[in-house]
C-alpha cells in the first residue's frame, strides 16, 4: 500500500513554510536529501564559518571526518535556523521553560541554558562586524583547520573574525561544553529553539529519531506482513516455550530485529515487482528498497509475542495436574480468556494515547534502544571520529554482540562462580550470619562486587535514567535493613523461615502445601485448614507486602496532586475525543512528533472503543459459559480499577521507567470480597494485572511509532493481527507442554521447567483466594492493613518536600520510586542490583554528561549488542549442553552453592528446638 494511499502527503525538498506546526514545515525529500548531500559551505548562507562549526558542535557533529556531505539532519537544523524568527525563538523557549520545569529527562545544563537565553540582558542579536564584511575570496583558515584545532586538541582556536565564538571554546573548570555559554545570543536562542520545535529538548529522544519526516517512504507492505509474520511466529514459539523455565530464555527485540533486517533484505531481492489493485487500494509486492519504516513497523508487530501473556499461568494452574487440574478448561474457555485479556489491554492503549504516548514528557526509555538499533541499521551513516572513536554504528553493534555471545558461555556454563560472584562466603561457607547479610543465593546480596554476569548486571541500566536507579537502590538498601530487622527480632516469628524467600511455611518452617487445605472442588476446606495451620511469610516477603501496601496509596496520591493540570487536560481532551468523534486527538499537541503525525489518518476513539466492548462482552462469555467460579461483577471491577491506576502508573513509567502492576491489589480486594474462591480471584487479578501489563506494552508501541512517524492505522491493523497470532501460537505450545513434557512443572524437571511463575500464581490463589485476605490481616499480620494509611499520609510531606524545596535538591526526587526499591527482595537481592549501579553511573552519568556526542553515538547500541549476544548465546547453549545434561564439575561451578548461602532452606531458630511444643505461631485450635 502506498504512503498516499494512507493519508500521507507527498514530501518536499528541505525548504521552510510559514509556521513550525504547519505540516509541511517538518516534511522532505528524503531521497533526494540523502542521495545529493550538501556540504558545510552550501548550507547556512546567512552565517559565519564561525558559528556554522558553533552548530556542529552543539549537534555532535564535529567530529565528522569531512564536511563535503552532511547529515540531513544538519542540513535540516541549519535550514530552520535561518528561517525562524528571533521573536518566535525566544517565544519557543519560554514555553518550553514553563513547560519542562522540574522535568527529570532534561539535562541540568539545558535548562539553565534556556534560562540564561530568555533573561539575558543580550536581547538582541549579537552583530559579528568583521564577518559581515569578508568576502569569499578573503584568506581565512579553513573550516578542517578549525575543527581539528579547536574540536580535536581542545585548545582554543583564535579566529579573528568572530573572538567572542572562539573565546567560548575552551572549557571551563567544571568541564561543561563551551556551548552552554552565552557568546552568540542570537544564534543560540534560535538553535536551541529549533531543536526544540523541531527535534526534541531530550538528547537521548535526539540521538534515536530525525526532526523529519518523509510521508512518501513506503510503511505498510506485504513485505513487513511476511517477514513480520514469520518471525512473530518463532518468537512466541520460543518465548512461551521457555518461559516456565527457570532459568527462562527468550528471544529478545534486539535479536528479532537482527533477523528482521535480512529477511527484508531477502523479501526486496525474491519478491516480483508486481502490483494489483484491490478495491480502491494498490499493493505494491516490492516497492523498492527495504525501508526504515517497514523495519519500525515489523519491529512492532512482532513487539507483542516479546514475551507471554500473563493468563498463561492461570491456564496453566487451572488444566495442570499438578494444581487445580480443572478437567473443564478446554481450548474454547483458553481462547475466550486469552483473547479477552489481551485485547482489553489493547482497547485501553488507544484511549491512554493522550495520556501516555503523544505527551513530550512521555519519552518511554525503554523503546530507544529498538529505535536506535533499527536506525543504524537501516539508516546511511557519515564517518565520524568520536573521541578516538571511529568504528560506525553498524559494526559496533555487530562486534559487540558477537564478543556477548562468546563471553557468556564462561559465566553461564564454564564459570557460573563469575555469575553468582559471593565471595565473601567463600571465606568462611559455615558463618549463617555472613550468608544472611552478604550471601547471593538465599541472603539479602551485600557485596560490592557480586556479579560478572551482564545477564545479571541487566542491560536495562544502560538506558534506565540514572536517577531511577540510584532511587531505587536507595529503597533497596532501606529495605535491606527494614528486612534485617525484622528477621533478627524474630517479628511474626520470621526467625524460623529462611530470610529471604518467597515461598510460605508452614508453623514448623517446612515448605507450605497449599494443595492440603483444598478439596476436590479447590475450594476452601476448613477441617484441612484446622490440621495443616495458615501459611507464613518470610521476613522479606513481608516487608515487600507491606511496601506494596504503602505504594498503592502513596503513588496514587502523589501523581495526581503533582501532575494534576497535566492529567486533568488529557482527561477533559478525552472527553471531547468521545463526545465528537471528528476531533483530532492531537489538539492541544504541538511539539514537532505531534505536527508530523498529522500527516496521517488517525485512528478514531471509537475504534479502540469497539475492540474494549468486544473484550469484555469475551471475558463475560467465559465465566458465563464455564464454571470458572466468578461473578460478572468482578470483570467490571478489574477494568474500574485499571481505568483508576492506569493514568498514574502509565505518566510515571513513560518518564522515568519504574513500573509496578496490580496483581497484589487486585488479590487484596477480591479476597475481601469473594473468600474462599481461588478460581474467581485467579481470574480477576488476571484480568487486572494483564490489562494494565498489555495495555503499556502496546502503549510501548505506540510510542515507537509516533517517534519513527508509521501512519497509525497501519499499527492498528498489524497490532490486531499480531495478537490474535500470537494469543493462538502461544495457546498451542502451552497445551502441548502440559502434555508432552514429562514432569512439566516439577521441582525436579530434568530440563528445570520447574514453572516458578505459575507456582507463585497458584500460592497467590490459595493464599489470597483460598485462605482469604481476612486470617491473614487480622489473625497473623495485622500490620500490612496499616501500610495503607500509612502511604497515603506520607505522600503528603514529600509532594510538599518537592513543591518547596531548594529545586536542586527536588529536581529529581521520584518518592514512588524509592518505595518501588522495597520491591526487588524475595527472591531477588542487592546482588541483582549493585552491579547496574555501576553501569547506570558510568554510561547514563558520567559518559552522558562528559562525553555525549560518543554516548548518543554507542549507548544504546552497547545495550542492544549485549542484550542481542545474550539472547542469542542463551538459547544455543540450552540446547548445545543444556536440554541433554553435559554440565562441567568443577570447584568454579560449585563453590557458590557451597555452605549457607547455597542451602539456606531454614532460619536463625529451630522451631523443632526452640518454638513451644514444636512449632510457632498461633496454637492449634487458635487458628485465625
Not at 512517524?709 to 497470532?725: D, E, G, N, T
Amino acid at each position: 500500500m502506498t504512503a498516499s494511499e494512507k493519508g500521507g502527503s507527498p514530501a518536499v525538498a528541505i525548504t521552510s513554510v510559514s509556521s513550525r506546526l504547519n505540516i509541511n514545515d517538518h516534511e522532505v525529500d528524503l531521497n533526494a536529501v540523502t542521495s545529493n548531500p550538501l556540504s558545510l559551505g552550501e548550507v547556512g548562507a546567512s552565517l559565519t564559518e564561525t558559528q556554522k562549526n558553533f552548530v556542529l558542535r552543539r549537534l555532535h557533529y564535529d567530529s565528522l571526518v569531512s564536511y563535503d556531505k552532511l547529515p540531513p539532519q544538519a542540513t535540516f537544523i541549519f535550514e530552520k535556523i535561518e528561517h525562524i524568527s528571533t521573536e518566535e525563538a525566544v517565544e519557543i523557549l519560554q514555553k518550553a521553560v514553563e513547560e519542562h520545569k522540574d522535568d527529570v529527562n532534561v539535562l541540568d545544563q539545558d535548562e539553565e541554558l534556556w534560562e540564561r537565553l530568555i533573561s539575558s540582558p543580550q536581547a538582541k542579536p549579537y552583530e559579528h562586524k568583521e564577518d559581515k564584511n569578508l568576502t569569499s575570496d578573503d584568506h581565512k583558515p579553513s573550516i578542517k583547520d578549525k575543527i581539528s584545532s579547536v574540536f580535536n586538541e581542545k585548545k582554543p582556536y583564535k579566529d579573528n573574525s568572530s573572538s567572542s565564538i572562539s573565546d567560548a571554546d575552551d572549557f571551563d573548570e567544571a568541564g561543561s561544553a563551551p556551548y552552554y555559554k552565552i557568546v552568540d545570543w542570537d544564534l543560540q536562542v534560535k538553535l536551541e529553539a529549533v531543536l526544540i520545535a523541531y527535534w526534541s529538548p531530550y538528547p537521548q529522544v535526539r540521538a534515536v529519531t530525525d526532526p523529519y519526516d518523509d510521508p512518501t517512504i513506503p510503511v505498510e507492505t506485504v513485505r513487513v506482513y511476511i517477514v513480520a509474520t514469520i518471525w512473530t511466529a518463532l518468537a512466541a514459539v520460543i518465548n512461551q516455550f521457555f518461559s516456565e523455565r527457570q532459568p527462562s530464555i527468550g528471544l529478545g527485540m534486539s535479536v528479532v530485529q537482527v533477523f528482521l533486517y535480512p529477511t527484508g533484505l531477502l523479501c526486496e531481492w525474491i519478491l516480483p515487482k508486481w502490483k494489483f489493485k484491490i478495491w480502491n487500494y494498490t499493493i505494491d509486492l516490492n516497492p523498492g528498497p527495504y525501508t526504515f519504516k517497514e523495519q519500525m513497523l515489523a519491529t512492532i508487530f512482532c513487539g507483542v509475542s516479546n514475551g507471554t501473556s500473563y493468563v498463561s499461568s492461570n491456564i496453566l494452574m487451572q488444566k495442570s495436574e499438578l494444581f487445580y487440574n480443572n478437567t473443564w478448561v478446554d481450548f474454547g474457555y483458553q481462547v475466550l480468556l486469552t483473547l479477552s485479556t489481551n485485547f482489553l489491554g489493547f482497547g485501553l492503549s488507544g484511549i491512554m494515547r493522550q495520556f501516555a504516548v503523544y505527551p513530550t514528557k512521555a519519552i518511554w526509555p525503554f523503546i530507544l534502544p529498538n529505535l536506535k538499533l533499527n536506525k543504524t541499521l537501516m539508516s546511511p551513516e557519515v564517518k565520524s571520529k568520536i573521541n578516538g572513536w571511529s568504528i560506525s554504528g553498524y559494526n559496533f553493534f555487530f562486534i559487540t554482540a558477537g564478543i556477548s555471545f562468546l563471553y557468556f558461555w564462561i559465566p553461564d556454563y564454564l564459570f557460573q562462580a563469575l555469575s553468582t560472584f559471593n565471595w565473601m562466603t567463600w571465606i568462611k561457607p559455615d558463618n549463617y550470619d555472613l550468608a544472611v547479610v552478604t550471601g547471593s543465593v538465599g541472603g539479602l546480596g551485600l557485596n560490592p562486587i557480586p556479579t560478572f554476569d551482564w545477564n545479571i548486571i541487566g542491560t536495562g541500566n544502560l538506558y534506565t535514567p540514572f536517577y531511577t536507579t540510584v532511587q531505587s537502590y536507595i529503597g533497596a538498601v532501606l529495605g535491606f535493613f527494614c528486612i534485617l530487622g525484622v528477621f533478627y527480632s524474630n517479628y511474626k516469628w520470621t526467625g524460623f523461615i529462611p530470610i529471604n524467600s518467597n515461598r510460605l511455611f508452614t508453623n514448623e518452617g517446612k515448605p507450605y502445601s497449599v494443595s492440603s487445605i483444598v478439596n476436590e472442588n479447590s475450594l476452601f476446606d476448613k477441617e484441612k485448614y484446622d490440621k495443616m495451620g495458615p501459611p507464613f511469610y518470610s521476613a522479606a516477603n513481608l516487608v515487600l507486602y507491606g511496601a506494596f501496601f504503602a505504594l498503592y496509596p502513596f503513588h496514587f496520591v502523589y501523581e495526581c496532586v503533582m501532575n494534576y493540570k497535566q492529567m486533568k487536560e488529557a482527561v477533559v481532551s478525552l472527553y471531547r475525543g468521545i463526545r465528537n468523534f471528528k476531533r483530532s486527538t492531537y489538539d492541544g499537541f504541538d511539539d514537532p512528533h505531534s505536527v508530523m503525525m498529522r500527516a496521517y489518518p488517525e485512528v478514531p476513539e471509537w475504534a479502540y472503543l469497539i475492540i474494549l466492548i468486544v473484550s469484555l462482552v469475551l471475558a463475560i462469555l467465559c465465566v458465563k459459559l464455564y464454571p470458572a467460579e466468578t461473578p460478572v461483577w468482578g470483570i467490571f471491577f478489574a477494568i474500574g480499577i485499571n481505568f483508576v491506576f492506569l493514568i498514574p502508573l502509565t505518566t510515571v513509567q513513560s518518564r522515568t521507567m519504574f513500573g509496578f502492576g496490580l496483581n497484589v491489589l487486585v488479590e487484596l480486594i477480591v479476597g475481601y470480597a469473594i473468600p474462599g474462591n481461588g478460581l474467581a480471584l485467579s481470574f480477576i487479578k488476571a484480568l487486572g494485572y494483564n490489562i494494565d501489563g498489555q495495555a503499556q506494552n502496546f502503549i510501548n508501541d505506540l510510542k515507537q511509532g509516533h517517534y519513527a512517524k508509521l501512519p497509525p492505522r497501519a499499527m492498528y491493523r498489524c497490532q490486531l493481527i499480531s495478537v490474535f497470532i500470537t494469543s493462538f501460537i502461544q495457546l498451542g505450545i502451552l497445551n502441548y507442554q502440559i502434555t508432552g513434557i514429562k514432569d512439566y512443572c516439577y521441582p525436579n524437571n530434568r530440563q528445570k521447567f520447574t514453572c516458578p511463575g505459575t507456582v507463585t500464581f497458584y500460592n497467590a490463589s490459595v493464599l489470597w483466594g483460598v485462605i482469604g485476605p481476612k486470617k491473614v490481616f487480622n489473625g497473623l499480620y495485622p500490620i500490612l492493613q496499616w501500610c495503607f494509611l500509612i502511604g497515603f499520609l506520607l505522600a503528603f510531606p514529600c509532594i510538599l518536600y518537592k513543591k518547596f524545596a531548594p529545586r536542586k535538591y527536588s529536581k529529581y526526587f521520584e518518592p514512588s520510586i524509592i518505595i518501588g526499591g522495597f520491591l526487588n527482595y524475595a527472591p531477588y537481592n542487592l546482588s541483582y542490583m549493585t552491579g547496574g549501579l555501576y553501569v547506570g553511573w558510568a554510561f547514563m552519568h558520567y559518559l552522558k554528561k562528559r562525553y555525549e556526542a560518543w554516548w548518543q553515538k554507542y549507548n544504546y547500541l552497547f545495550a542492544t549488542g549485549l542484550s542481542a549476544g545474550i539472547a542469542f548465546s542463551s538459547i544455543i547453549i540450552f540446547f548445545a549442553v543444556m536440554y541433554h545434561d553435559k554440565s562441567i564439575y568443577w570447584w568454579g561451578n560449585d563453590v557458590m552453592y557451597e555452605g549457607w548461602d547455597g542451602s539456606m532452606s531454614v532460619g536463625y531458630l529451630n522451631a523443632t528446638l526452640q518454638a513451644p511444643d514444636g512449632y510457632f505461631g498461633p496454637r492449634k485450635g487458635h487458628f485465625p
